[in-house]
């Protein structure tokens, strides 16, 4: 069987390496032998705190420049070492941004073929926090926050000026890593490993995602519609038995809405874990109930019976005056999704949603139909754990809080 070289391309914190670890894990549970080598783990064990230095990046410093030449050729060296001792698809994790450097690549290892992956990120969103997250590295500890991103910015800058995307290289595939799509691709024909990558950077995996719906609210008890209301005390005790039941799960990542009452369910949980990431994303907000919001269900049904009408006769697709359907929510939710799912790579990750948001969520993992999907049962007190990777598929409603009633 021919093996393979998978060579990453693309610039800085646009998920190269979350995707090659994906790679690596999904021809792994196919039986394949794959192994990462990174370019940057050489170099922080060869050069350290040297190399952080952003003027090692500067194409004008020849000092910089030969190092990370030296350090590509120990490591391509070592990936076709371990080739030859029986591995089947070696992943070079570096930027290999220039096509200088790519032929090079192609150049030197010729007893297989070279497959290039480029990762792009356009989402200013994603892009700024990936690079955020980056100033968080053990390598960035002696610096301050604000020091740390300044110099991964200029390194970034630096590798721009010497970036070309892919073309004339002989097979690659250029990939969208936000959303999971092929942008364009030169297939290498005849590898049986091609087809499998495709599919890997196509599939959407959940290595370990939490979804969880705010506590009570006061507009719940009395059966009013959207607006922005705090938690009751009942609510209250919801997110402090959440925090509780979650004290011994890893969480690396939590999305909440840019609603209060979504921010109050995930405090308790935060304040615990000073290491979490937190992000509110609109795109979980719940659904925009339009002229009818802040309304009582039983106002509507008085006041605005076309609107109960018309949600009872189709509640997926019915907007509502001036706001949403369920049908109009899912573009929406979908992208939050692909969001959250991107920034926490591997990692395990909670969403505090709303009642249709948590539906629409849902309704993205199940093969249900568009009808049922505005019925799902979202309890207040109990969450979601989905898993679902080439390894593990876990779907299941976790009671949290058993002693609130919903
Ligand atoms: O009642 C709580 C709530 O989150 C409202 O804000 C929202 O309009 C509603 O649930 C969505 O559920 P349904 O579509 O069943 O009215």
Redesign the pocket.
């Known amino acids: 069987m021919r093996k393979l070289y998978v060579a990453m391309v693309g610039l800085p914190a646009r998920g190269k390496s979350t995707l090659a670890r994906r790679i690596r894990q999904g021809l792994r549970a196919e039986g394949t032998r794959a192994e990462i080598f990174n370019n940057g783990d050489v170099r922080r064990a060869l050069l350290g705190a040297e190399s952080t230095e952003p003027d090692f990046y500067d194409p004008e410093n020849s000092f910089g420049r030969e190092a990370r030449e030296m350090i590509c050729r120990q490591n391509l060296e070592q990936a076709r070492q371990w080739l030859a001792q029986g591995g089947e698809v070696a992943i070079l994790d570096a930027t290999n941004a220039s096509r200088a450097r790519r032929a090079y690549i192609e150049k030197t290892l010729t007893d297989h073929p070279v497959l290039f992956v480029e990762c792009v990120n356009e989402d200013p969103l994603l892009l700024n926090a990936c690079i955020r997250r980056k100033a968080d590295l053990p390598e960035y500890a002696a610096f301050s926050r604000d020091a740390a991103l300044e110099n991964f910015m200029t390194r970034i800058g630096y590798y721009e000026t010497i970036y070309d995307p892919l073309r004339d290289e002989k097979y690659w595939l250029c990939v969208d890593s936000t959303a999971n799509r092929v942008l364009a691709e030169r297939p290498c024909e005849g590898s049986p490993f091609y087809p499998a990558i495709r599919e890997i950077v196509v599939s959407v995996w959940v290595h370990s995602l939490f979804l969880a719906r705010h506590g009570q609210t006061e507009?719940?008890v009395q059966?009013?519609?959207?607006?922005d209301p705090p938690l009751t005390a009942k609510g209250r005790s919801q997110a402090e038995a959440l925090a509780r039941h979650m004290q011994n799960h890893r969480l690396d990542w939590v999305f909440t809405s840019t609603r209060f009452r979504s921010h109050e369910t995930a405090a308790p949980l935060l304040a615990q874990r000073p290491d979490t990431h937190v992000m509110a994303l609109k795109e979980f907000d719940?659904?925009w109930?339009g002229d009818c919001e802040g309304m009582l269900?039983t106002e509507i049904r008085e006041r605005m019976p076309d609107v109960t009408a018309g949600?009872n006769a189709d509640?997926y697709g019915y907007a509502y005056p001036n706001g949403e359907s369920?049908a109009i929510l899912r573009e929406r939710v979908q992208r939050g999704l692909r969001r959250a799912l991107f920034l926490a790579g591997d990692s395990p990750v909670l969403i505090v949603g709303?009642?249709?948001i948590n539906?629409v969520l849902l309704s993205l993992f199940l093969r249900q139909r568009t009808e049922d999907v505005?019925?799902i049962h979202i309890p207040q007190n109990q969450y979601y754990h989905i898993e679902l990777t080439p390894q593990r598929k876990v779907f299941e409603r976790i009671p949290y809080d058993p002693v609130s009633a919903v």
Do not use: D, M, V
């Open positions: 507009f719940n059966g009013r519609i959207g607006g719940e659904i109930a269900y949600r509640k369920y709303h009642q249709a539906r505005p019925y």
